[in-house]
């Protein structure tokens, strides 16, 4: 799953696939007259065959997993069915080219050398012209294709573990902390920072983690349309989630609006594990307010500091324990 992008060849975008066989023209040679002006026409049919294995080597768009179809939606702004649409479209207009090649090499062969470069240059002329007619499809594929291409990380088959919370909570020196390797930085549609992609092993079991920076960290009646629909991308991960709080001084949101973001998340439908990160730096006003409203809550948390490492074994046993209820871990 997690390489079905890679396969996709991206081809250039219209002007440039032009512009490239316009430069390469004057190096065709041939034998004759009419066998340069073939070979011309030949080596742009090839040139157009790439948009068609480019839409060859785009995944189904049907058989992907959710997260993936929501994610390219989200990024598109179009909906699978019209996406589906522009593929049909550049593969139309570049057999269609390829026809039209295919027929003014047949001029070619038939007619007198004196029309060879004539017909070259119209055959050259009316297939660009296919081409261009549906440049804004072709060219935004190819854009959708590189960003697509750049989500590989994301592994929506994995286990994961989500890490959210407030700008600043420390989400990203969590991920750091509890995965084995550095780890990799996504860019995703849905949101405008990257996502820190992290993993870690239990036994033989790779574990995904993520940080969610610009989607699960502001109360839900501050969201735009596009983050409501990234949740909706998150929850389609298999997956837990660890709620960080920040209790230091420098907290950028106030105890009652981390809390109002924890009462959002909890409303994601899946498992969570509540910290309270900075302990190292404890404020202890803003601490008891959250300690308050969680036990009010009869929420269960732990306490940690990220940057200091400390209590992340007891977060990580948390972690294992949660993910062993709801995989079957071998
Ligand atoms: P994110 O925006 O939630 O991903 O937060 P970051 O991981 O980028 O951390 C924000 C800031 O908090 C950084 O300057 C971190 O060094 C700092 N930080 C993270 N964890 C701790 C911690 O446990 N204690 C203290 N004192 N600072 C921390």
């Known amino acids: ?66 997260f993936y179809k929501e994610s390219i939606e989200i990024y598109a702004g179009k909906n699978i069915g019209e996406i589906k649409n522009c593929l049909a479209i550049t593969s139309r207009a570049s057999l269609n080219a390829i026809i039209i090649l295919k027929k003014y090499i047949g001029l070619i062969k038939k007619l007198d050398e004196s029309n060879s470069n004539k017909l070259m240059r119209q055959g050259f002329g009316r297939a660009s012209s296919i081409l261009r007619q549906k440049k804004d499809c072709i060219d935004w594929l190819i854009d959708l294709a590189k960003t697509l291409r750049k989500m590989k990380y994301i592994d929506p088959e994995l286990p994961t ?123 202890k006003e803003y601490y008891d307010k959250v300690i308050e409203y969680l036990n009010k809550s009869n929420l269960d948390f732990t306490e940690i500091s990220a940057e200091k490492e400390i209590g992340i074994d007891k977060l990580k046993e948390k972690i294992l324990k949660l993910l062993a209820e709801e995989y079957e871990l071998i």
């Open 1 to 66: 799953m997690l390489n079905v992008f890679q396969k996709i060849k991206c081809p250039p975008k219209v002007e440039d696939l032009i512009k490239i066989e316009l430069n390469q023209l004057p190096k065709i040679q041939g034998n004759t007259i009419k066998d340069r002006e073939i070979r011309r026409l030949k080596s742009y049919s090839d040139l157009i065959q790439r948009y068609i294995d480019f839409v060859k080597s785009f995944p189904r768009l049907d058989d992907l997993h959710p």
């Open 161 to 283: 573990v989500i890490v959210a919370g407030a700008p600043n909570v420390g989400k990203s020196t969590l991920v750091t902390k509890i995965s084995s390797g550095k780890p990799e930085i996504a860019n995703y549609p849905f949101t405008t920072r990257d996502i820190h992609v992290g993993h870690f092993y239990i036994r033989e079991n790779q574990i995904q983690v993520i940080d969610t920076p610009g989607i699960l960290d502001r109360p839900n009646s501050q969201r735009n349309q596009i983050e409501r629909k990234a949740i909706n991308a998150l929850k389609n991960l298999k997956g837990i989630v660890v709620f960080l709080f920040d209790v230091s001084k420098q907290a950028l949101y106030s105890p009652e609006e981390q809390i109002n973001i924890l009462k959002d998340t909890l409303t994601l439908s899946k498992k969570i594990i509540i910290a309270i990160n900075k302990i190292d730096e404890m404020h």
